[in-house]
Nanobody, 120 residues
């Protein structure tokens, strides 16, 4: 199982970015999917998460600006990030709780990280 993330880049304050992260491989099911971020000198923190049933959870700092969604057929999660601020600058990591096809138990997987820089 692999998670492939994409969509990072440089954006001006107030701008928008849409990240995506797709799980691939021999997958039986995908449970929670989410995105974390880590800024220089800070701990990794949850940005947003979504269950397989569509329930969402957001960090207080992004509520009202970020929207997370998923495609359960493509095993893909999409955070739409609007009204970006310089403090949103970080490396963003996707995470998914996946039950591999030949396993009885789910495992947490991480994507490779994608840089988001908000700067004028």
């Amino acid at each position: 199982v692999q998670l492939q993330a994409s969509g990072g880049g440089l954006v001006q304050p107030g701008g928008s970015l849409r990240l995506s992260c797709a799980a691939s491989g021999d997958i039986f099911s995908v449970n929670d999917m989410g995105w974390y971020r880590q800024a220089p000198g800070k701990q990794r923190e949850l940005v947003a998460a979504i269950t397989s049933g569509g329930f969402t959870n957001y960090a207080d700092s992004v509520k009202g600006r970020f929207t997370i969604s998923r495609d359960n057929v493509k095993f893909t999660v999409y955070p739409q990030m609007n009204s970006l601020k310089p403090e949103d600058t970080a490396v963003y990591y996707c995470n998914a709780n996946v039950r591999p096809a030949l396993s009885q138990f789910p495992v947490d997987y991480w994507g490779q990280g994608t840089q988001v820089t908000v700067s004028s």
